[in-house]
């Protein structure tokens, strides 16, 4: 039995936080070179030009990209023969993202409740995804995810007969209705199948796939990368004011399912993509 | 083409700009998102003053980052200006004149914009490093317990903003949209 400590995932978590907000991904800085070279909106390639002038001041001033720092979002892969010795594992990811949001001077949005609306002064609690996995060590992987393109995140129980076509259809609406206010260019996470709660997760597991990479499932991909096209074709393009780039990658994710269902979701993520992963044990 | 303004806004200023312009805003904004814009309404309906006279006045709609020692302020962008639109067209009566954030508003706000003869900037999402830049002083004028949520003065310089929704009821997000789909729709043949 392998053991990782309370204090190392504090540590470790602590550092992710700071790092997601201030440094954006390389896989996203690449995919605004590519969106560069194809935008065909003088505007579009001003805000994509601004965007990466943005990204180099947060990296270069140790600021966050983005006001909006987001809710952490863990998925942890527990290895079954790992062992979290000196606390409980949530605990220790909860005080990882306090202390690194107030090191990293890094806006704190989260509030105790919804209907009375009081901040807990230290962005926690963080969304945490536990997944029991072969293995001796603790893989954490770790989003700050944006309010604005959570908000128009939707999900939707589609009916077998609808089809590949139905799902298209559904999340080419989704993303026509979210339009600006996703703050394109997006990645966009769809979950397919499963039931409504795994649905929802899938789509927001897909996000944290790299941009570029495509689904092993040859179908999939291939959906990807068609949903892809024909987003783009949309016309939305960077920040909504009109263009070619619309989604910067298509994310899917799916499950096996009950006959009678064809849950679909829709996770938006904005082009300030954070994600960090890190191996303990 | 860019165009440079100097802030508060006259009359002249928000007839000249039409949507899809970019703009370079330099002047005083105060800043105000959901809490602010809560508290602002509450007070009007109980009869009492708002906490700053909004005539002419630019609202730029952001939540920033707590500012680093040195810092004027910290990252500061926009953010999504639908969850204003409730309480929007009363403030427009009050005179308030231009408002910065990122989004669709609803046909009740741009029916107040152009009845009051006022603007929408959009700002770049996420470019909120960039955007903090231009923001060259900062000050807590009221709610500042409400924190990142709190009204702030800044005075902001070369402020890059693109006109959303001009008076005469032009809206980028459908002019740009509609042009590209059909640009792209005759691409694909």
């Known amino acids: 039995m392998n053991e990782v400590t309370y204090e190392e995932i504090v540590r470790n978590v602590q550092e992710m936080c700071q790092k997601a907000n201030f440094d954006l991904g390389e896989d996203v800085y690449a995919a605004f070179q590519e969106a560069l070279s194809t935008e065909t909106s003088d505007t579009g390639k001003e805000i994509l030009n601004q965007l990466v002038e943005n990204a180099d001041i947060a990296t270069q001033d140790r600021v966050p990209m983005c006001q909006d720092t987001g809710t952490a979002v863990f998925i942890v892969e527990l290895g079954q023969d790992c062992r979290i010795v000196g606390g409980n594992l949530i605990d220790a990811i909860n005080e990882g993202v306090a202390k690194g949001y107030q090191e990293g001077y890094l806006r704190n949005s989260m509030i105790y409740d919804p209907l009375n609306r009081k901040n807990t002064g230290d962005n926690t609690p963080a969304v945490v995804h536990i997944e029991l996995v072969e293995g001796n060590s603790v893989t954490l992987h770790m989003t700050a995810k944006g309010g604005g393109a959570e908000n128009m995140s939707r999900m939707k129980m589609l009916k077998p007969s609808d089809g590949l076509e139905g799902i298209k259809k559904y999340v080419l609406h989704v993303v026509e209705e979210a339009g600006p206010n996703a703050c394109p260019p997006l990645v966009v996470g769809i979950g397919v199948g499963g039931n409504f709660e795994r649905c929802t997760y899938l789509a927001k597991k897909s996000l944290f796939r790299p941009i570029g990479e495509r689904h092993a499932d040859e179908t999939i991909a291939q959906l990807e990368f068609e949903l892809m096209e024909d987003i783009n074709r949309l016309g939305i393009g960077p920040q909504g004011m009109g263009g070619s780039t619309t989604a910067l990658d298509v994310k899917i994710e799916s499950a096996a399912c009950h006959i009678a269902a064809l849950p679909v979701a829709v996770n938006l993520n904005c082009h300030a993509s954070r994600h960090q992963t890190v191996t303990l044990g | ?189």
Request: glycine residues 10%.
């Open chain 2, 1 to 189: 083409m860019q165009k440079s303004i100097q802030l508060p806004l006259t009359k002249k200023d928000v007839q000249s700009l039409k949507a899809g312009d970019r703009v370079l805003l330099s002047g005083t904004v105060y800043t105000a998102r959901d809490a602010a814009h809560k508290r602002m309404i509450e007070q009007d309906q109980a009869g009492e003053p708002l906490p700053i006279e909004l005539t002419d006045q630019v609202i730029y709609y952001v939540g920033p980052t707590p500012a680093k020692p040195g810092q004027v302020i910290g990252s500061a962008g926009p953010t999504t200006s639908e969850r204003m639109d409730l309480y929007t067209p009363r403030l427009l009566e009050k005179g308030l004149k231009g408002m910065i954030g990122k989004g669709h508003r609803n046909d009740a706000v741009k029916k107040a914009i152009v009845e009051n003869g006022a603007v929408y900037f959009g700002a770049v999402g996420g470019a909120a490093a960039l955007i903090s830049r231009s923001i060259k002083s900062s000050e807590v004028m009221a709610y500042a317990d409400l924190g990142t949520e709190a009204i702030r003065r800044l005075e902001i310089e070369n402020f890059p903003v693109v006109v959303i929704n001009d008076m005469y009821g032009g809206d980028v997000y459908e002019e740009g949209v509609s042009t590209f789909k059909k640009e792209a729709a005759e691409d694909q043949g």
